[in-house]
C-alpha cells in the first residue's frame, strides 16, 4: 500500500499511534498481574523501552532550550534515564524468583 497524498498519511498516523497505545495499555495491564512471571515481563519490558528514553529526553530538553543545547543535554539526561531503567528492570528480573514463597 502507498500513500498518495498527504490526507491519507494524517489520517494513518493517529491511527497507528492509537493502535500502538491500546498495546501498549494491555501488555501493562498484563505485567501489573501478581507473581514472578508478570513481574519478570515488567522488568523485561524496562529493559526493552530503555532506549526510548534518548529522544524523550531530547524532545524534553530542546522544548525547554535552544536546539543544540536542548540535543546535548537531552542525549545526556535521556542516557541517564535510560540507564536508570535498565536497573530497574534488572532489579525485577532478579527480584521475581525470590517472591514465589511469599
Not at 4 to 19: E, G, I
Request: proline share 6%; charged share 20%.
Amino acid at each position: 500500500m502507498m500513500i498518495k497524498n498527504r490526507k491519507s498519511m494524517r489520517f494513518l498516523a493517529p491511527l497507528t499511534l492509537a493502535a500502538m497505545i491500546c498495546g501498549t495499555f494491555s501488555s501493562v495491564a498484563f505485567a501489573q498481574a501478581d507473581g514472578p512471571v508478570s513481574q519478570t515481563v515488567e522488568g523485561a519490558g524496562k529493559i526493552v523501552t530503555s532506549p526510548a528514553e534518548i529522544p524523550k529526553g531530547i524532545g524534553e530538553s530542546t522544548e525547554r532550550n535552544d536546539p543544540v543545547t536542548g540535543t546535548v543535554s537531552g542525549t545526556l539526561e535521556g542516557t541517564g534515564e535510560g540507564v536508570k531503567q535498565i536497573g530497574e528492570g534488572a532489579e525485577e528480573i532478579i527480584e521475581a524468583p525470590l517472591q514465589i514463597g511469599e
